[in-house]
């Protein structure tokens, strides 16, 4: 199993910026890529960005210019910078890793092990 605990959500007004962290921790060497979802109240969890072993990232069309997904390998830890946030952004975001190495890159069935989650709210 592997542990992901995320940090970093918080309040922000619309245009402003936010950094979100997961570290992950136990059998680490098990996970092919780290990825970011999002759940807004009455909606399903959508597919934000995710990061593959050998750094080849994706993104949501919704997302894309504006947030960028990053790791530190010797962390065992993903970022995910965002910028230029929109109420529409508003949404618990959660952390969450795989280790298959086919199948659709963005499809939350693929994903092994999630976190807690973490608020992220933008005001207008």
């Known amino acids: 199993q592997v542990q992901l605990v995320e940090s970093g959500g918080g309040l922000v007004q619309a245009g402003g910026s936010l950094r979100l962290s997961c570290a992950a921790s136990?059998?680490?060497?098990?996970?092919?890529?780290m990825g970011w979802f999002r759940q807004a109240p009455g909606k399903e969890r959508e597919f934000v960005a995710t990061?593959?072993?050998?750094?080849?990232?994706y993104y949501a069309d919704s997302v894309k210019g504006r947030f960028t997904i990053s790791r530190d390998s010797a962390k065992n830890t993903v970022y995910l910078e965002m910028n230029s946030l929109k109420p529409e952004d508003t949404a618990v975001y959660y952390c969450?890793?795989?280790?298959?190495?086919?199948?659709?890159?963005?499809?939350?069935?693929?994903?092994?092990?999630w976190g807690q989650g973490t608020q992220v709210t933008v005001s207008s």
């Open positions: 969450a890793t795989r280790s298959a190495r086919i199948g659709a890159c963005c499809d939350l069935k693929y994903y092994d092990n």
């Open positions: 990061i593959s072993r050998n750094d080849i990232a």
């Open positions: 136990g059998r680490t060497f098990s996970i092919n890529a």
